[in-house]
């Protein structure tokens, strides 16, 4: 675990916290709700890309020097900021006050993009911002240049094992109790989407499983070639063996980041990380109501009360998330694949 104090003065900045892999919909962002911490308490996450000010477009920064940032397409509002900033939930920082003037102009919240709004009480240092502004996760981010790890911070539990973090009941429903398609969950497979693609060589692609097609197949016919499927990508992992497919969606270990693979390797196939909650749900689909049945229900019967949430629109992957992990894989500088991502952003398929 880590304890992250002042760089300036040493003070203590956070509770004891351990080390999770940055979530695929931290890069999602947009729209007028709320939203929750972007981490659960008592964790803490490392942001391998840059972030802060300055930002910076496209245009201006140049395709040479964006390459040597690791980005090689054009997206919105570059940072060149630092790289490593330590994310947070709000809960778990303390030692610190809220700078007003530096807080930018927010609609519902504090946005924190434009300069760090967070100083440390005891010596002034300007350590990170803190972020709650609404269609933004709820997070603070310390800036890796004005903070340190402290010693004595307790020893890092060991990571969950496959079977626990892939159970059912860490499975995410795709829709959430207010009636819409789940942010996490469009965030989580348009980032899986990217992959796909990048492994596809643009040749066309089906999904085999029928618990997975409604979620892919429609994203995958408007992004790559009609025409017979050369490639096949099917759900493998933890319990599910190895089928015979040339793309495999496996889970993503939400703590250290890993990608699962097949005992003694999984051949020629390409591994595609999916978040390891959504593909839960995926291999173990089903209503998970808590109210008991007496009996339980005949095959293909649903509840009627409460009745199953059924949004009103077609689900679609984050075109947003999408575009930002294949912006920053360098095959995206192929022509055919740099076509597909420029293809995102007029497709239909995805608001």
Do not use: K
């Not at 104090?5 to 351990?18: H, K, N, P, Q, Y």
């Amino acid at each position: 675990m880590a304890v992250f104090g002042c760089g300036e003065c040493g003070a203590r900045l956070t509770a004891a916290v351990s080390e999770v892999a940055l979530p695929a919909h931290a890069a999602l962002r947009g729209g007028h709700d709320l939203l929750p911490p972007l981490l659960e308490p008592g964790s803490y996450a490392v942001d391998p890309r840059p972030y802060g000010p300055p930002w910076q477009q496209w245009e201006d920064l140049g395709a040479e020097r964006a390459a040597e940032r690791g980005l090689f397409a054009p997206l919105w509002g570059i940072s060149d900021g630092p790289t490593g900033t330590v994310v947070l939930a709000p809960g778990d920082v303390g030692g610190v006050v809220l700078v007003p003037q530096w807080c930018g102009e927010g609609c519902l919240g504090v946005g924190g993009a434009d300069r760090p709004n967070l100083a440390c009480a005891e010596c002034g240092l300007p350590v990170g911002s803190r972020i709650d502004d609404c269609g933004q996760w709820q997070a603070v981010r310390l800036d890796p240049r004005a903070v340190r790890r402290l010693p004595g911070a307790p020893s890092e539990p060991a990571p969950a094992g496959w079977e626990e973090i892939t159970g059912e009941d860490r499975a995410l429903p795709p829709v959430e109790p207010r009636g819409w398609w789940s942010d996490r969950w469009q965030a989580a497979t348009g980032a899986a989407l990217a992959h796909v693609a990048a492994a596809s060589g643009g040749r066309p692609v089906a999904v085999v499983d029928p618990q997975a097609a409604p979620y892919l197949e429609r994203a995958l016919a408007a992004l790559l070639p009609g025409g017979e499927p050369e490639r096949r990508l099917a759900l493998a992992g933890p319990g599910l063996g190895v089928p015979d497919a040339e793309l495999l969606l496996v889970p993503l270990h939400p703590q250290s980041g890993e990608v699962w693979a097949p005992p003694g390797g999984g051949g020629e196939a390409v591994l595609v990380p999916l978040a390891a909650e959504v593909w839960a749900w995926l291999v173990s689909p089903g209503e998970r109501s808590r109210l008991p049945v007496v009996g339980g229900l005949p095959e293909g019967v649903e509840r009627d009360d409460p009745l199953p949430l059924r949004p009103v629109w077609v689900f679609e992957p984050s075109r947003q998330v999408f575009r930002e992990v294949l912006a920053w894989m360098p095959a995206v500088r192929e022509p055919w694949l740099r076509a597909v991502f420029d293809r995102a952003w007029r497709s239909p398929w995805m608001a």
